[in-house]
Every structure is written in structure tokens, then in C-alpha cells.
């Protein structure tokens, strides 16, 4: 086995170990990946050894060890953003009443980088490091309304626009309507498009640049985000994305 076919199978083992809530046994994680028991063995030891994969020798349960935290914390760390956004998002759940989510784009999808919940027995949740579709979700045509349309045709190309509910902005004549509804008004809407019962808001965060680097969302019921409350519930995630703007040294171009 080369070093760098060992490599891509560690990282693969770490996908998977990653992906799973209560960790996975050596059968369970040699099935995910295709790799002989023996092999997996090895790689996963290995991993151990230097921190990134535990064992609990009660049950044999393999799972992410803290050094895939600290790995993980410096790509925050990187991206200030993130870190200097959390004060912002509670008082956005405060005024709102709803989860507030932070996302970034990458490549055809977003990636939930920060989440403060709402107290509310019934709310959005979404797992940090979890991947969203970037067409139905709020905070992924919010990051798309802010690229230019060409750049946006590359992003979809070999993305198949399936419907998730029939609000599914499910082609890409549709979907553009969107997104220059959303340029024009400042904020996306996943009205019920993700799933049903469910909307919500978004508008994005720019960098010195005036690029947007990430989109800031409320998330809820739609028997709380009703649509009388959207221009209410639109001028606080406005007001909350230009507030983490400015804190980064940000601007958004006119």
C-alpha cells in the first residue's frame, strides 16, 4: 500500500467515523469503506495514536478523537467570521425568537459553520459541519444572488435541480427569478422549499472585499416565520448581517 493510498483510506475512515452521532464498530466502518477488517484495523490504530480517532474498549465503539477538533476549530479560526459572529446571533434569537445559522458555500453546496438555537421545543436544527443544498435553502441563495450570473451557471453545472416540495425552485429559470428577487430585496427565502412546515430567512456577510463569505439565517416553523412576520423577521437578519459586516471590517458594494 503506498503512503498515499493510506492516507486517502485514513481520511475516508475519518468521513465516516465523522458522519456518525454514536461512533461505529471496526465491521461497521470496514463495510462503509470496502476495506478488509484487517486493513481498517491498522489505519484506525494508527489514527489513534495520534489523537484523531478514540476507541471505547467497553463496546469496541470507534469515534473522532479531539485532535479532529482542533484541526477542525483552526479552519474557524481562520475564518473570523465565524467567532466574531456568535454574539450577534444570540441577540438575533433573542429579538427573533428562531435558530440562527451561519453557512458558507462550497463549491455546489453549503456547509453549516455556526448555529445558536432557539429555546422554542420545536426548532431547526442543523449539525455543525452538516451540507445543505445550495438552491432550496435561504442561506444558499443568498450566497449565490451575490456572484455574477455566469459564475453562478458553472456553480449548478452537473447540479441536478430535483424538487423537495412543490415550492422547489426546481429549475434554473425559476431559481434566477429567485435570485434576483433576492438581490433586489436584500434577504433569500426558503419558503417551505427544503422541507415542508419549515422556512427561512438569510443575508449574507461580506468581507473587505465586498464579497460575501457567508450568510447569516433564521430558521423555523412556518406557523411562527409566517409570512406577516417576514418583513419584521427580514430587517433583524438585514440589520444582524450588516452588524457582523462591519465587526470583520467587511462592506457590501453598492
Known amino acids: 500500500m503506498t503512503s498515499v493510498q493510506s492516507l486517502s483510506r485514513a481520511f475516508a475512515l475519518l468521513e465516516q467515523l465523522g458522519a456518525s452521532d454514536l461512533g461505529l464498530t471496526l465491521t461497521d466502518v470496514s463495510a462503509r469503506v470496502g476495506l478488509a477488517p484487517s486493513t481498517v484495523h491498522r489505519l484506525l490504530n494508527s489514527l489513534k495514536d495520534m489523537g484523531y480517532v478514540e476507541c471505547d474498549n467497553d463496546t469496541n465503539i470507534w469515534s473522532v478523537g479531539v485532535q479532529c477538533f482542533a484541526v477542525g476549530n483552526a479552519f474557524l479560526r481562520k475564518r473570523d467570521f465565524a467567532v466574531r459572529a456568535r454574539p450577534f446571533m444570540k441577540e438575533l434569537v433573542a429579538q427573533t425568537g428562531e435558530t440562527a445559522n451561519l453557512a458558507i458555500r462550497d463549491k455546489s453546496?453549503?456547509?453549516?459553520?455556526?448555529?445558536?438555537?432557539?429555546?422554542?421545543?420545536?426548532?431547526?436544527?442543523?449539525?455543525?459541519?452538516?451540507?445543505?443544498?445550495?438552491?432550496?435553502?435561504?442561506?444558499?441563495?443568498?450566497?449565490?444572488?451575490?456572484?455574477?450570473?455566469?459564475?453562478?451557471?458553472?456553480?449548478?453545472?452537473?447540479?441536478?435541480?430535483?424538487?423537495?416540495?412543490?415550492?422547489?425552485?426546481?429549475?434554473?429559470?425559476?431559481?434566477?427569478?429567485?435570485?434576483?428577487?433576492?438581490?433586489?430585496?436584500?434577504?433569500?427565502?426558503?419558503?417551505?422549499?427544503?422541507?415542508?412546515?419549515?422556512?427561512?430567512?438569510?443575508?449574507?456577510?461580506?468581507?473587505?472585499?465586498?464579497?460575501?463569505v457567508a450568510a447569516l439565517s433564521i430558521s423555523g416553523p412556518a406557523v411562527r416565520v409566517t409570512r406577516e412576520r417576514l418583513p419584521e423577521l427580514s430587517a433583524y437578519i438585514i440589520e444582524s448581517a450588516g452588524k457582523i459586516t462591519r465587526a470583520i471590517g467587511g462592506r457590501q458594494l453598492t
Open 109 to 212: 453546496e453549503v456547509v453549516y459553520v455556526g448555529q445558536v438555537e432557539s429555546k422554542e421545543v420545536m426548532r431547526m436544527a442543523v449539525q455543525i459541519g452538516s451540507r445543505g443544498t445550495i438552491y432550496a435553502t435561504g442561506v444558499g441563495k443568498s450566497l449565490l444572488s451575490a456572484l455574477p450570473e455566469k459564475e453562478v451557471h458553472a456553480i449548478l453545472k452537473g447540479v441536478k435541480l430535483k424538487p423537495f416540495t412543490r415550492r422547489t425552485c426546481a429549475t434554473k429559470a425559476a431559481l434566477f427569478q429567485a435570485l434576483e428577487i433576492t438581490q433586489s430585496r436584500g434577504y433569500a427565502l426558503d419558503d417551505e422549499e427544503q422541507s415542508e412546515g419549515l422556512r427561512c430567512i438569510a443575508s449574507n456577510i461580506y468581507d473587505h472585499y465586498g464579497e460575501a
